[in-house]
C-alpha cells in the first residue's frame, strides 16, 4: 500500500541534464553521442576479437571480455535518458523506471569495480607466481568469478530501490543529473534518510572501498618482482603489462570517489556534480578500449585479420615462441604481455639415451628475459 501510494503521489522526476545550458543540448548531444558511439564500437570489437581469435581465450582475455561487458552496461543504462534528453528535450521520467535505471547503473559500477579487482589478482599471479598461473586461474575458475562479481553486485544493491520507495517526495522533483542517481533521489526525500544514508555509505565502503584497497596490496609484491628484475629495460617491460590495468583503475575509481565525496559532504552547485556524474559514467567505458589496445597488440591484430581476411590464407597463427630452431618450447602462457616458457634444449651431441636439459625463461611480450 505504502509503495502503491509513492508511486501515485509521485508520478515522475524531471532531469536536469547540463544545468543552465538547455539552449545548446543539442549542440552538446554530439559529444555525449560520439562518446557512447565509442564505447559501444570499442567494447562491442574486444568481445568480437576474443570470441573469434581462440588464442585469445586467456584468462587475462576473459577478464577483459568482462571489463567490456560491464562497460557496455554502464554506458547503455544512462544512453536512453540523456540522449532523450539532450536530443528531444524528454525530461521526465516515469518513478519506476527511475529506480530501475539507478538500479542498474549500481550494479554495473559495482561489477567494474569487482572486475578491475580480479584483473589486479590476475597480474600479480601472473608476475609473482608465473609457474602457478595456468594451475590457478583455469576457465572454470574465470567463469566462478564471473558469476560471483554478478552476483555480488545484485544482491549488494537489491535494497536499495525498496528504501526508496518507503519515502515521500518533496514537489520539487528535478534530479542533478540526465540519469537516476541514489544520493540524487534521496536528496528530494520529505522524511528522514538516515537509512539510505547509512545504507549507501555501507555498499561504498564493502565494494568500491573494499576493491581499491586489495588491488593497491596486490601490486606490493609485483613492484618487489619488477624492482628484482636486472636491467632497466627488463624492469620497464615488465611494469608495461600492468599500465593499461592501472589506468583503467585511475579513470573509474577516481570520478567514482569524486562523486560520491561530493554528493555527501560537499555544498556544491549542480553544475560540478554534473560534470563529475558524466566523467564517472561516459569516460570509463569509452577510454577501456582505447587503453587496453594499445598495450594488448593482439585485439586490434585479430580485427585486422577478421576485416581483412583472405581466402586461403590462414586466419590465426601460432605463438612466436611456439618454435624455436634447436628448441622444443612448451609454452605455459600467462598473458599476451608475460608469459613463461619451459624450453627443452636438444643438443646434437647428446645420445638419444641422455635426457635433455630444461630451462625456463620469463617472457615480455615478443622479448626473453
Known amino acids: 500500500m505504502s509503495s502503491n501510494h509513492t508511486m501515485s503521489q509521485l508520478p515522475a522526476f524531471l532531469l536536469l541534464g547540463i544545468p543552465w545550458r538547455e539552449d545548446i543540448h543539442k549542440w552538446l548531444s554530439i559529444p555525449f553521442f560520439l562518446l557512447y558511439l565509442a564505447a559501444a564500437l570499442g567494447n562491442g570489437a574486444i568481445l568480437v576479437a576474443v570470441a573469434r581469435n581462440p ?8 577478464f577483459l571480455s568482462m571489463l567490456a561487458v560491464t562497460d557496455l552496461a554502464l554506458s547503455g543504462t544512462t544512453l536512453p ?9 524528454i525530461s521526465q521520467v516515469a518513478f519506476d523506471v527511475c529506480l530501475t535505471q539507478m538500479f542498474f547503473i549500481h550494479v554495473a559500477s559495482v561489477a567494474e569495480s569487482s572486475v578491475l579487482l580480479a584483473m589486479a589478482v590476475d597480474r600479480w599471479t601472473a608476475i609473482a607466481c608465473p609457474l602457478r598461473y595456468s594451475a590457478l586461474l583455469t576457465h572454470r575458475v574465470v567463469a566462478r568469478v564471473g558469476l560471483a562479481v554478478l552476483i555480488r553486485s545484485a544482491l549488494t544493491l537489491l535494497p536499495l530501490p525498496f528504501l526508496l520507495l518507503r519515502l515521500t517526495y518533496n514537489d520539487q522533483r ?32 564493502s565494494t568500491a572501498g573494499i576493491d581499491s584497497i586489495l588491488i593497491i596490496l596486490s601490486y606490493i609484491p609485483i613492484a618487489k618482482v619488477i624492482l628484482g628484475l636486472g636491467s632497466w629495460g627488463e624492469k620497464v617491460r615488465a611494469a608495461g603489462t600492468c599500465v593499461s590495468h592501472v589506468a583503467a583503475v585511475l579513470v573509474f575509481f577516481v570520478p567514482m570517489i569524486g562523486l560520491s565525496v561530493m554528493h555527501r559532504f560537499g555544498s556544491h552547485g549542480p553544475l560540478p556534480l554534473a560534470l563529475v556524474g558524466y566523467i564517472y559514467l561516459l569516460v570509463p567505458p569509452a577510454l577501456n578500449p582505447v587503453i587496453y589496445s594499445i598495450k594488448c597488440q593482439c585485439i586490434w591484430k585479430t580485427l585486422l585479420r577478421l576485416c581483412f581476411y583472405q581466402p586461403g590464407v590462414p586466419r590465426w597463427t601460432s605463438s612466436p615462441h611456439s618454435s624455436h630452431i634447436g628448441h622444443k618450447s612448451l609454452p605455459v602462457t600467462c598473458s599476451q604481455r608475460f608469459s613463461v616458457q619451459t624450453v627443452q634444449i636438444e643438443s646434437p651431441s647428446m645420445g638419444s639415451s641422455q635426457s635433455d636439459e630444461t630451462s625456463i625463461g620469463l617472457v615480455f611480450g615478443d622479448t626473453p628475459v
Open 55 to 62: 588464442s585469445l581465450r586467456e584468462p587475462m582475455h576473459c
Open 81 to 89: 535518458t540523456t540522449l532523450g534528453l539532450l536530443w528531444f528535450g
Open 174 to 205: 528535478r534530479l542533478t543529473h540526465s540519469f537516476c542517481f541514489h544520493p540524487d533521489i534521496m536528496k528530494l526525500a520529505r522524511n528522514e534518510t538516515e537509512v539510505n544514508v547509512h545504507y549507501g555509505l555501507f555498499v561504498i565502503l
